[in-house]
């Protein structure tokens, strides 16, 4: 009896400590989404890629630091609109090597093997949205190396809510698509390094004031 009254204290302690838990600010919940236009928050809207090397393995980099719009309606989601502006020249590896490669001139004034230096921003905007749930495809038109080709995102409501620091209105999404980077005129070792890249994108866009 006396270890169990010994014990209440704890027991009571419980509802307190799970109370004080810290919860996050995002919330996959649609009331949560207000109207209005957003903007990208570049400093974590990442555009990931994957590609197929040798046939043995994927190999993974990223784009960062890409901005856009985002004009959004809960109440009317397929009315939504985004665009995406991405640069190309900031592209990350894991290999120095390979980032190299990606950004290299074309030998002899040639044409370069992947995207060269200096290259054009891509860009992606939106020609329909058909949202079902927290799940849309997003339609749109992308533009890299120069050639717009139509695109579709499989994308996901990640979560919504205030950014604790600066307080914006913030939400969230995934998007998955594959692109044949030969129709937009890089074909280099195809296909030993394979024409179809796998995107992964995680966007955030904060409310504008």
């Known amino acids: 009896m006396r270890k169990l009254l010994c014990a209440l204290p704890l027991f009571a302690a419980v509802p307190l ?11 996959v919940d649609v009331t949560r989404v207000a109207a209005g236009t957003y903007n990208t928050d570049p400093g974590h809207t990442l555009i990931g890629w994957r590609v197929s090397h040798f046939g043995f393995n994927d190999y993974f980099g990223i784009f960062g630091d890409a901005t856009g719009t985002l004009v959004l309606d809960p109440a009317k989601p397929n009315a939504s609109t985004v665009d995406i502006t991405i640069p190309i020249g900031k592209v990350t590896t894991a290999s120095a090597g390979l980032t190299g490669h990606l950004l290299r001139a074309g030998k002899e004034g040639g044409k370069a093997d992947f995207f060269g230096p200096a290259p054009a921003d891509a860009k992606f905007v939106s020609t329909s949205v058909v949202a079902k749930g927290t799940t849309a495809k997003i339609t749109g ?15 996901t409501f990640s979560g919504a809510g205030n950014n604790p620091f600066n307080k914006k209105p913030t939400v969230g999404f995934h998007a998955t698509s594959v692109i044949k980077r030969s129709e937009f005129g890089i074909s280099y070792a195809v296909p030993m390094i394979s024409d179809d890249v796998i995107l992964d994108i995680s966007v955030a866009f904060e409310k504008a004031s």
Not at 17 to 26: L, M, N, Y
Not at 141 to 155: A, M, R, S, Y
Request: proline share 12%; hydrophobic share 40%.
């Open 141 to 155: 038109n992308l533009t890299l190396n120069g050639i717009t080709k139509p695109v579709v995102l499989d994308t």
């Open 17 to 27: 400590i799970a109370q004080s838990a810290p919860q996050v600010p995002g919330v």
